[in-house]
């Protein structure tokens, strides 16, 4: 490996999360926080826990952001073959078109990425905190991980809390207590950046939509010409389909089926 390569954006994120992630940690064990009373009083189970919850979350990280997220194959495989076979004979064209960056073809769904410079299926999002896309593998990995992270750091900002007595004079308390309380502010943004996250992913998740799609749906060429969004089928069925992949089916498939039921709605409203 190239000395430069260590240098990398995806690597000095990476390690910039890992050392932030420990150092407040680190913070939180050795101010006069609940933790610290913990361990003094014996009880381990809970720090111990903490600790768990901690490196769960950097490893779930680590998980999404290292691993495929779904990248389009640029030669196709034999299966994909027969899935774009399969899509030419779907009732009313679907508007597949080839990419104009890396020239594949691109399922429905699927978006270029001009950080990655690769074409991932699902696309949802670039996360910069991830120096990674979002995509169909491992989108429920990173709505798991908001989710856990969530809980680390409502936890983290309870501990801080509780070791940030104040008293005067100021000069005093914010020599021995300035960096807890700088890293209570920190700990406030990320967990409301990491609430409004969730909540965001978990009503796309609901509705079976990306936030590509969200936000650009009106220049979306298979959203634009529907007037609903044809890949939800409800609630328990968009959130199966998400956490566990059934029903499976090609999001072509899904598409055709939408337009069958909306046809057979028309002809029934005649």
Not at 66 to 72: S, T
Not at 110 to 130: G, L, Q
Not at 218 to 229: A, E, F, G, K, V
Request: charged share 15%; aromatic share 12%; hydrophobic share 45%.
């Amino acid at each position: 490996m190239a000395p430069w390569a260590l240098l990398s954006p995806g690597v000095l994120v990476r390690t910039g999360h890992t050392v932030l992630t420990w150092g407040i940690t680190l913070v939180l064990f050795l101010h006069d926080t609940a933790l610290r009373q913990w361990e003094e009083q014996g009880e381990l189970l809970l720090p111990l826990t903490f600790l768990l919850l901690v490196l769960g979350s950097l490893l779930l990280y680590l998980a999404v952001s290292l691993m495929d997220p779904g990248y389009v194959n640029v030669q196709p495989q034999p299966q994909e073959e027969v899935k774009e076979e399969q899509t030419a004979m779907v009732p009313q064209a679907i508007p597949l078109r080839r990419c104009r960056y890396c020239l594949v073809l691109q399922p429905l769904r699927a978006r270029h990425c001009r950080e990655c410079r690769r074409c991932v299926r699902r696309y949802d999002h670039h996360c910069p905190w991830m120096e990674n896309c979002v995509g169909e593998r491992n989108h429920p990995l990173f709505v798991a991980y908001l989710a856990l992270q969530l809980v680390v750091l409502l936890w983290s900002l309870y501990l801080a809390w509780s070791g940030l007595h104040f008293f005067q004079p100021w000069g005093l308390w914010l020599r021995s207590s300035g960096l807890l309380f700088a890293t209570f502010l920190l700990l406030s943004l990320f967990s409301l950046v990491a609430s409004l996250l969730l909540a965001s992913h978990l009503y796309l998740v609901a509705s079976n939509t990306t936030t590509w799609e969200f936000i650009s749906s009106h220049r979306i060429t298979y959203l634009r010409q529907r007037p609903s969004n044809p890949f939800d089928r409800g609630l328990t069925r968009n959130l199966a389909h998400f956490f566990c992949g059934w029903p499976s089916g090609s999001w072509e498939t899904l598409w055709a089926e939408g337009e069958d039921e909306e046809g057979e709605g028309r002809s029934q409203a005649v």
